[in-house]
C-alpha cells in the first residue's frame, strides 16, 4: 500500500521557522501534484502550497514571501519550509501527493504559534 509520512510539525513563537516533510512509500509507478493543506479549528481544509512535476509553484496569498515549496523526485518526498510564522498559520497540516493518479493524504501534522 501506498503511505504518505510526515513530520516536523512542533510550537514556535511567531516570527520563528518550521520545516514540514512529507514522505511517500509504497508501490508508485507516478507522482504528479505535490502540495499542503492546512484546517485551523472549526474552518474548512484550504490550500497552502502545491507543486507540480515540471516545477510549478502554488501558493496561498496569505503565505507568500513566508512559505517555499519544494520535492526531491528521488526520495518521493514534498517540503515545506515556513518562515515569519504568524498566529494565524496555526493550523492542521496535511500533505497530498497524486499518486498512480489518485490524490493521496498524510496523516496531519500540528503547527501551532504562539504570539
Known amino acids: 500500500q501506498v503511505h504518505l509520512v510526515e513530520s516536523g510539525g512542533g510550537l514556535v513563537q511567531a516570527g520563528g521557522s518550521l520545516r514540514l516533510s512529507c514522505a511517500a512509500s509504497?508501490?508508485?509507478?507516478?507522482?504528479?501534484?505535490m502540495g499542503w493543506y492546512r484546517q485551523a479549528p472549526g474552518k474548512q481544509r484550504v490550500l497552502v502550497s502545491d507543486?507540480?512535476?515540471?516545477?510549478?509553484?502554488t501558493y496561498a496569498d496569505s503565505v507568500k514571501g513566508r512559505f517555499t515549496i519544494s520535492r526531491d523526485n528521488v526520495r518521493k518526498s514534498v517540503y515545506l519550509q515556513m518562515n515569519n510564522l504568524k498566529p494565524e498559520d496555526t493550523a492542521v497540516y496535511f500533505c497530498?501527493?497524486?499518486?498512480?493518479?489518485?490524490?493521496?493524504w498524510g496523516q496531519g501534522t500540528q503547527v501551532t504559534v504562539s504570539s
Open positions: 507543486i507540480y512535476s515540471d516545477g510549478t509553484r
Open positions: 509504497g508501490p508508485i509507478f507516478s507522482i504528479k501534484a
Open positions: 497530498y501527493v497524486n499518486i498512480n493518479l489518485r490524490d493521496r
